[in-house]
């Protein structure tokens, strides 16, 4: 790999009352990709983005930005920039100088500031939107202002917390597309902060999963979906099913009462176990050719797919997203293949979840 662009070092970050709000974050960002970090209200999202951008310190450990210690760097030193969540725009300033602002106070001259804020606004898909009143904008355009002004200081990394929480359906998915685009256009490395799995799933290179102040799992969308590392990041990535089971040896699993072959390798014979299977990854078929037999409780038409919700012998609840429909209260079987199944350990590390990964992935 090459120099990371930025990296913490065992950070820990405590406020007034030594309770560590990270605990003990390490991480390398790469250039020029679109990273995210996911987790629930409070996990730690916007105090890792503040350090990033040179608003706070951490209490232990170090941060790197091309290599270099910035512990101390403030944050106007930093070619760092970030987009908030308010946006943070000034009122009573309209589109120009909204975004000339950080030029001007760095004296740039007229005719440069200029170009830069024309160029900027163009990148945004706001050109001719200069003399507007902020509060003339709609909430998405205000929001392209806000990224205009961050990146007319043509940063190196882009920060933005949970910049599009604030609007509505339609609108943040236009966003989430124009964003991912943006990045790819210009090149330079973002990291997004969302509290929405679909957001950070559709945006992504790398997704960072946080859960209360410490990285859970880092890995790219189909990583973290397709191998949860546990019980936490499946619940939160999609919906699952997740079962409790036993691992009888490599390639056997003994869940709802059956042994089912699998491909998870490298956990302890007859260890406790969690098993995943998402809804989509099962199907229905009739009683005799069912892998587990279960009956139908409810059945929802969801436009794509039914939801179907049913349970089998031992009363495990099983959710099925199929284009197939059943009837509630009868007796079918539920079909899965071996690669469905994705086996899970209480308490794996990140390190030795990789390793067992490797492990069976040759
Ligand atoms: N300035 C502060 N003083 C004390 N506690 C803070 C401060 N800022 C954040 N916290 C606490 O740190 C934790 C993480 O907050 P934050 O990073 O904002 O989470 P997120 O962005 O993931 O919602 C929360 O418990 C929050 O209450
Ligand atoms: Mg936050």
Redesign the pocket.
């Known amino acids: 790999m090459k120099q990371p662009i930025i990296s913490f070092k065992h950070v820990v ?1 405590c ?3 030594d309770v560590p ?2 605990k003990d974050i390490t991480f390398d960002i790469e250039e020029g990709k679109f990273y995210t ?1 996911l ?12 350090m990033i951008a040179g608003f ?1 310190e951490p209490t232990k450990g170090d941060i790197f930005f091309e290599g270099q210690r910035i512990n101390e760097v403030p944050a106007n030193k930093r070619q760092v920039n970030t987009v908030f969540q308010d946006y943070a725009l000034f009122p009573h300033m309209n589109v120009y100088d909204n975004i000339a602002f950080g030029l001007k106070i760095k004296k740039m001259p007229r005719d440069v500031i200029d170009q830069k804020v024309k160029e900027a606004l163009k990148m945004v898909q706001l050109a001719g939107y200069e003399k507007r009143g902020i509060n003339e904008m709609s909430g998405g355009q205000r929001q392209r202002v806000a990224i205009a002004r961050a990146i007319v200081n043509e940063p190196k990394v882009l920060l933005l ?2 910049p599009l929480s604030a609007l509505d359906h339609k609108l943040r998915l236009a966003m989430q597309y124009e964003l991912r685009e943006l990045q790819q256009r210009l090149g330079i490395t973002f990291i997004f ?1 969302t ?1 929405d799995q679909e957001e950070a799933l559709a945006m992504s290179d790398e997704i960072f999963v ?1 859960d209360n ?1 410490n990285i859970v799992q880092t890995g790219s969308p189909v990583d973290i979906y397709d191998e949860p590392i546990n019980h936490y990041v499946a619940d939160f990535i999609g919906e699952s099913n997740i079962i409790e089971g036993i691992m009888l040896r490599d390639n056997l699993v003994k869940f709802a009462g059956k042994e089912f072959e699998c491909v998870d390798e490298g956990i302890r014979e007859n260890e406790p176990v969690e098993v995943v299977l998402r809804p989509e990854d099962l199907d229905l078929t009739d009683v005799d050719h069912g892998k587990l037999k279960v009956t139908v409780d409810t059945v929802l038409f969801r436009g794509v797919h039914y939801e179907i919700i049913c349970h089998d012998e031992v009363q495990n609840e099983w959710m099925v997203h199929t284009t197939k429909k059943a009837e509630p209260g009868s007796l079918i079987g539920l079909y899965f293949d071996p690669e469905d199944i994705h086996v899970m350990r209480f308490n794996e590390s990140e390190a030795e979840f990789d390793a067992r990964l490797d492990s069976y992935e040759g």
């Open positions: 970050k406020y007034d009352d709000v990270l970090l987790g629930p209200s409070g996990c730690g999202k916007t105090t890792i983005l503040r706070s917390d949970e902060v509290h946080l102040g």
